[in-house]
């Protein structure tokens, strides 16, 4: 194409003002409409330069503008499905609410609330009243705080009990939970400074005896949530460790990382420390996640002796990471669930999906894959497979979770189960599926029932083009 027929061609595209009159989406703000058709403009002006001239028809720019306005009207923040079978996935938002938890967080974010208000003395009052006591009737501690996630409640207990002395962490608990969250790195930054004591494998009560000093200011533990050291291995029990720390007048402060109230052991899965064990062992203060496998909003939960607990809550600090009205009543309300533990295994959809039997996972599967049959093209391959599923989050790493799946696959030649894999994070909604063998496999456990036509057809859409 010369230089000529290029001009002639760019002479004719449209103006901003002419592009916009077409393009008819009601409830489109103005200045969306102006960056996309500016946008398509420009976008056209280059692919004719650069040698094509179709890119110039009146037909493409209007429907590039109109692609631009309905990625521009997209909200960034949106729904995905789940179909990784990572139940609490840092990426993907971590827990889901149960029903009865958004019913009260809508009611509050709506109107008014007593969120600092006495309404008994008709009086200023505290906003952490609202979960402190249901928190110390689940946990058994003297009190309790929350702040905006477990990394703060970390920083703001070391920086309150810890500034410029010492505390005491055994080599094998120096974790790094990923987002550069490494307990050397809070330590440092509270003032709190370092003291290491044992090997990665073996740390012995003589270790910490032989660490403590007239500088020490804490003895902490850190639960290894996202790794396991096996083998020639030992470690302190807290039991251990608060005696010790009793005898030297000393506090044991312990890092739960994700924490839970429920013994998963009952359900037929691994051990993960209590919060309630914890404090039972004799820690003075636990701190744990509101969202992992408490399955609540993001929160850091501190628990613990009044007198340590007070201390921190005086901290300026505290008024940083303050925790809002909607989480808060979120967490009330989740907590509430807690008084029934049976039930709670049931409502909290993150312990549902912890706990929900493999058979029932397999006809749910079984369902799946029916519709997805009769959604996608006959050319291929849908099946009900096993899967393994994950607790995530940072807890029960080596936990793997039997499960079930549906796996599409399609005649080798036209299939790609990374290209598919790829449409999907497009379709509305994205769906997040993990790829083995040039086979796209979607676990149920992390999905839910009403999602499956949503899923079936997202996959239909992604795979449209293979027959
Ligand atoms: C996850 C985790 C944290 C951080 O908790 P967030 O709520 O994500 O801030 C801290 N410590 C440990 C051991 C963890 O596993």
Redesign the pocket.
């Known amino acids: 194409m010369d230089n000529k027929t290029k001009q002639q061609i760019l002479s004719k595209l449209p103006k901003v003002d002419a592009l916009m009159a077409e393009i008819d989406i009601p409830d489109c703000p103005h200045s969306v409409k102006v960056q996309a058709c500016r946008q398509a403009i420009d976008k056209a002006r280059r692919r004719v330069l650069d040698g094509e001239p179709e890119a110039g028809s009146p037909q493409s720019v209007q429907r590039n503008a109109l692609a631009l306005v309905e990625e521009l009207m997209q909200p960034s923040l949106r729904p995905v499905i789940n179909a990784t079978g990572v139940i609490v996935h840092?990426n993907l938002g971590r827990s889901l609410l149960p029903e009865s938890v958004i019913d009260a967080m809508t009611a509050v974010a709506c109107g008014y609330s007593n969120l600092e208000y006495n309404l008994e003395a008709g009086a200023r009052g505290s906003r952490y009243s609202h979960v402190e006591g249901i928190l110390c009737e689940l946990t058994g501690a003297e009190s309790a705080l929350v702040v905006?996630?477990?990394?703060?409640?970390?920083l703001i207990t070391l920086e309150t009990l810890a500034k410029g002395r010492e505390v005491v962490v055994s080599r094998g608990e120096l974790?790094e939970?990923?987002?550069s969250?490494r307990?050397p790195d809070v330590m440092a930054r509270s003032g709190a400074v370092l003291r290491e004591v044992g090997a990665t494998n073996r740390t012995h009560l003589r270790d910490y005896r032989a660490a403590i000093n007239e500088n020490t200011a804490l003895l902490m533990k850190?639960?290894?949530?996202?790794f396991s050291v096996v083998g020639f291995t030992s470690a302190v029990s807290m039991q251990e460790l608060s005696e010790l720390a009793a005898e030297h007048g000393l506090n044991v402060f312990e890092?739960?990382?994700?924490g839970t109230l429920v013994d998963f052991s009952r359900y037929g899965l691994q051990h993960e420390p209590t919060v309630q064990e914890s404090l039972a062992g004799g820690a003075d203060l636990v701190?744990?996640?509101?969202?992992?496998l408490l399955g609540g909003p993001?929160?850091?939960i501190i628990v613990g002796k009044r007198e340590i607990v007070d201390r921190i809550k005086m901290n300026p600090m505290n008024r940083a990471m303050r925790i809002d009205k909607l989480t808060l009543v979120a967490l009330e309300q989740l907590l509430l669930l807690y008084r029934d533990p049976a039930a709670a295994v049931k409502k909290i959809p993150t312990l549902k999906m912890m706990c929900s039997p493999y058979e029932e996972q397999k006809r749910r599967a079984r369902r799946f894959a029916a519709r997805l049959r009769k959604a996608v093209s006959e050319g291929l391959t849908v099946e009900v497979v096993k899967t393994v599923a994950r607790a995530g989050?940072?807890?029960l790493p080596l936990l793997e979770i039997p499960s079930a799946g549906v796996s599409v696959k399609g005649p080798d030649d036209r299939f790609s189960a990374a290209s598919v894999e790829r449409s999907l994070r497009s379709t509305k909604p994205p769906v997040i599926v993990r790829v083995e063998d040039d086979s796209i496999i979607m676990d149920v456990r992390t999905m839910a029932d009403s999602e499956f036509v949503t899923a079936a057809r997202c996959i239909a859409a992604a795979t449209g083009e293979i027959k």
Do not use: E, M, P
């Open positions: 840092t905006n996630n477990n990394a703060a409640a970390v974790v939970i990923g987002g969250f307990i850190v639960h290894q949530s996202n890092d739960l990382g994700s701190s744990f996640s509101g969202d992992k993001q929160a850091g989050g940072g807890a």
